[in-house]
């Protein structure tokens, strides 16, 4: 199975690809290539996409930001910046690749336990995640039964993008106890979530959003 990885360097996406690539033939695209097997790519230009040679039978978006902050101290240049990163880049990705979706093919989107939960200072992110997921919907009704279209919508999870967040032993330890299962989350937990998703496994499975958060956008502790 051919699967295009847009924003392979990611923490989340090497995993996947270190440990699925018996299952899969990934194609990694990445604005920071750090090997041979990886395309540079802009996401916002779309002449930097490479051309990739037929069917595609699976597409995994990865771009995003944690750009956490109140909502006076974010500029109208600060929401566009999400917005391009975490919407339009996904939405020119899919624009210039959709057609050589195969028949069974899977897309998978990221969005974020803050399109659920109300949290302060995530007016942005959560702005950006609640379109994802609406996207997530329209084009799953759209494409079906054809191609199909989920989100995963995660907690934090212990990246490289995430590492302000987890400089002191303090905030790993309020980072855990804001869970219900009283820990964050690791790549592998996102990374096997995606997996499922790519797969046979999920045949069934269209236009819905797995929460992979620890519990915390549905119980209360």
């Not at 996406?13 to 899969?24: D, G, K």
């Not at 624009?95 to 195969?102: C, E, F, I, S, W």
């Not at 990246?159 to 009283?182: G, I, Y």
């Amino acid at each position: 199975m051919k699967i295009l990885l847009v924003g392979s360097s990611s923490d989340i996406a090497h995993y996947l690809v270190n440990n699925f690539n018996s299952e899969f033939d990934f194609i990694e695209l990445t604005s920071t290539p750090s090997s041979s097997n990886q395309h540079q790519i802009d996401v916002q230009n779309e002449e930097t996409y490479p051309k990739i040679d037929g069917e595609i039978n699976g597409l995994v978006y990865f771009p995003g930001s944690i750009n956490l902050r109140p909502f006076s101290g974010l500029k109208l240049a600060d929401f566009q910046a999400d917005y391009d990163i975490n919407v339009l880049g996904l939405i020119k990705t899919l624009k210039h690749y959709h057609k050589q979706l195969a028949v069974d093919s899977s897309v998978v989107m990221i969005s974020s336990v803050a399109a659920t939960v109300g949290m302060p200072y995530h007016a942005s992110i959560s702005m950006c995640k609640s379109a994802i997921e609406g996207l997530c919907r329209s084009l799953a009704a759209e494409w079906a039964p054809k191609v199909r279209v989920n989100c995963i919508a995660p907690s934090v999870v212990q990246t490289k993008l995430s590492a302000r967040l987890f400089r002191t032993d303090a905030q790993v330890e309020q980072m855990n106890t804001r869970h219900p299962l009283q820990k964050v989350g690791q790549p592998k937990n996102i990374s096997d979530a995606i997996s499922f998703l790519l797969s046979d496994k999920s045949s069934w499975i269209t236009g819905q959003t797995l929460h992979v958060d620890g519990g915390l956008s549905k119980l209360k502790k």
